[in-house]
């Protein structure tokens, strides 16, 4: 069966600011998207899709030949969407969902989700939790045992035929805000592979510079 990606690019990027959403501000003078959709180039990978926001069509043009397929107003929506498209083709095995805010994936991490998926429906990239985390509000609350929790990164591998029924299944009220919460809501085992620091989310305007400033270093 084909492996394919689905990269998801429909949010607004309020966090972040600015008057371009984030997926088409420039790093490195390329757009983050530009940087997502290179990533997944990788001989185990079949074919990339890409789900991005109605009317930002003529952006995503400037950049990619790929057809675009249209989000939703919630990342799961977006996501949804992309899968509902890709039903319709056959012959799909295995699908990497992944965020367009993580532009830097290095092929090794791919490569570890591959081996996983082999003895798992399901399959995501996670680091370790290196600061404190406590419930915050007025005054600082109860603190979590880190040492138990993972932060949990894109992209997340899936049998697709597992994945579309998760999906199809999810309560559509719950928020959910990655892939494999839904997959684990329908009974589907999520093996865990060691993420990548590249990888971190580029959520707020100054994560730009910073991510610049990474793959500057990572590039000399
Ligand atoms: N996303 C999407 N459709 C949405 C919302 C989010 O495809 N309706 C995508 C984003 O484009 C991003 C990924 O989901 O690649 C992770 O979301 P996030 O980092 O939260 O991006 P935004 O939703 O754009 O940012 P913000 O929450 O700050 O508005
Ligand atoms: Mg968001």
Redesign the pocket.
């Known amino acids: 069966g084909r492996t394919v990606a689905l990269v998801?690019?429909?949010?607004?990027?309020?966090?972040?600011g600015g008057d371009v959403p984030?997926?088409y501000v420039p790093i490195a003078g390329r757009p983050m998207l530009a940087h997502a959709l290179a990533a997944l180039e990788h001989p185990a990978i079949d074919a990339v899709h890409v789900?991005i926001a109605p009317g930002q069509e003529a952006q995503f043009a400037g950049i990619s030949d790929i057809v675009p397929i249209l989000?939703?107003?919630?990342?799961q929506?977006?996501v949804r969407n992309g899968l509902e498209h890709l039903a319709a083709e056959s012959g799909i095995d295995r699908i990497f969902i992944h965020?367009?805010?993580r532009p830097f994936l290095p092929p090794v991490v791919i490569d570890r989700l591959l081996a996983a998926l082999e003895s798992a429906d399901g399959a995501v990239p996670v680091l370790p939790v290196v600061d404190t985390l406590a419930n915050g509000g007025d005054a600082l609350g109860d603190v979590a045992d880190r040492s138990a929790l993972v932060r949990v990164q894109t992209p997340q591998a899936f049998r697709f035929d597992a994945i579309l029924a998760a999906h199809r299944a999810w309560d559509g009220a719950a928020n959910a805000t990655d892939d494999a919460q839904i997959a684990r809501a329908a009974g589907i085992r999520v093996a865990l592979v060691e993420g990548d620091a590249m990888l971190d989310?580029l959520?707020y305007a100054q994560d730009f510079a910073r991510a610049e400033e990474r793959l500057g270093a990572r590039l000399v």
């Open positions: 998801v690019a429909a949010g607004s990027g309020t966090r972040a984030k997926q789900v989000g939703g107003d919630t990342r929506q977006s965020d367009a805010a989310k959520t």
